[in-house]
């Protein structure tokens, strides 16, 4: 009876989640708000009870009391999380917050299945996270002397991420993270920010080549203090962010192109020069010949997937734990073997939507300054999913990138809910600008 229960529990999270992904895209051709409010209503619901079967599962499997009590806790802070959102920001972007409340229960799902404890200090993480952004809207729709500091950002981030470089804490061969007593924290997360405002302030205020030749110098700085901390994941998101950033301000394809070409030569020089990046860049090319060694993380990653099917395992009943770091840059594997590969491309999609969201609200944006960081923030969301999922299914060569707000990490969490704050603050003030053209 209880493995019929689970199964049955694992077959209807699915049509939840796929019915969640369907509302996620069916909002953008509503312009009625009565309709659009009435489908976030639906993800809601869809969402808990995801939560409540897997949770379900969970208790089947584990008799263990204090997963009820986890649950609750959860089901407490999304409710009051989402009421909070809708009574202090009347016109907020509740596909925004439907959708990071969505991922963030996949999170809470998995990493309850593969470690309580890391469950729980994510849990706190979160709800840390969210009291302190949720002054963020009311900021960027008040402050326009955010646009007036460009080196402020420019130099801060520099000096954040030369700091770890010097002083940093090395992981898997890269100096990542600094420690303040039990905790640690990696400014690189956060330096993402400054460093988009960087940009979109200096091309706000000019787009000639002496500005250009300027940005691009203190963006180089910033690539090459990654590069030598061997953060080379953060670096080819930082590289990716202003080619694309300077293209949209610019309008220049020269400056596309040049930083394609730039960006493959410095991929070629990577290559030679740093040990970690040709062992899996040869572990990517094929990780068969040394299942033992450097090949072990992605073919047990290929495994899980491949194991776990369109419809998954079932929870607890994969192996999710013989991936190392898997509840970090591995995490998409291990939902694919438990919860399926239609649950994770669903999840995908989820995430395409919210970059959907963030490029919708840059085209609407009519001060260059806005436009920018919405572009710049989206592309750096988008692009980090890209790496984590292409690494894990062996598209491209693993990067050691998180997957934002499913993944482990408390730098990572806090940095994606400032991102999500900054853009539901931008779109917050274009509705009230919108409202007051009405009137």
């Known amino acids: 009876m209880i493995n019929l229960t ?9 049509l939840l989640i796929a019915l969640y992904t369907y509302l996620n895209f069916r909002i953008f051709s509503v312009k009625d708000e009565i309709k659009k409010n009435r489908i976030c209503r639906r993800q809601n619901f869809a969402m808990f009870l995801i939560h409540l079967f897997a949770y379900v599962i969970i208790w089947f ?3 263990d009391e204090r997963m009820l009590v986890f649950y609750l806790a959860q089901v407490l802070f999304f409710l009051v999380y989402l009421f909070l959102y809708r009574l202090f920001y009347r016109n907020v972007s509740r596909l925004l917050v439907n959708n990071m409340c969505m991922l963030l229960s996949v999170s809470f799902i998995m990493l309850t299945r593969l470690s309580f404890d890391k469950a729980m200090k994510q849990f706190i993480i979160v709800v840390v996270a969210a009291v302190v952004t949720l002054v963020i809207p009311f900021v960027i729709d008040r402050v326009w002397q955010l646009s007036k500091i460009p080196w402020v950002y420019g130099l801060g981030g520099i000096l954040l991420l ?8 090395s992981s898997f061969g890269a100096q990542l993270s600094l420690g303040v007593g039990d905790f640690s924290i990696q400014p690189s997360e956060f330096v993402k920010i400054s460093y988009v405002f960087f940009i979109a302030t200096m091309f706000y205020r000019s ?3 002496k500005t250009v030749i300027t940005v691009t110098a203190v963006a180089a700085v910033h690539v090459l203090t990654l590069v030598i901390s061997k953060d080379l994941g953060s670096a080819l998101i930082f590289f990716v962010a202003y080619v ?5 301000a610019t309008g220049k394809w020269l400056y596309l192109l040049a930083g394609v070409g730039g960006g493959s030569l410095a991929s070629l020089l990577a290559f030679q ?7 899996r860049v040869l572990a990517w090319q094929n990780p068969w010949t040394d299942i033992a060694g450097k090949g072990y993380q992605i073919t047990q990653s290929l495994f899980a997937i491949g194991t776990g099917g369109w419809f998954g395992m079932g929870l607890y009943r994969g192996m999710p734990k013989k991936i190392p770091v898997v509840e970090k840059d591995f995490i998409f594997s291990a939902i694919s073997e438990e919860l399926g590969a239609v649950f994770a491309l669903c999840i995908l999609f989820i995430c395409l939507g919210c970059f959907l969201q963030f490029m919708m609200i840059a085209s609407r944006m009519q001060a260059v300054f806005y436009k920018l960081i919405a572009f710049g923030l989206g592309t750096i969301y988008i692009f980090q999913v890209f790496l984590t999922v292409g690494g894990v299914t062996k598209f491209i060569p693993s990067t050691g990138v998180t997957l934002p707000l499913v993944s482990y990490g408390g730098s990572s969490i806090l940095s994606t809910f400032i991102i999500f704050g900054i853009i539901q603050g931008l779109y917050i003030l274009k509705r009230n600008e919108e409202e007051e053209y009405e009137e």
């Open 273 to 279: 020069i740093f040990d970690h990046v040709k062992t």
């Open 6 to 14: 689970i199964d049955v529990s694992r077959y209807f999270m699915i």
């Open 162 to 169: 030369g700091i770890v470089c010097i002083a940093g804490t």
């Open 244 to 248: 694309f950033m300077l293209f949209v």
């Open 207 to 209: 787009t000639d080549f």
């Open 61 to 63: 499997e584990t008799k």
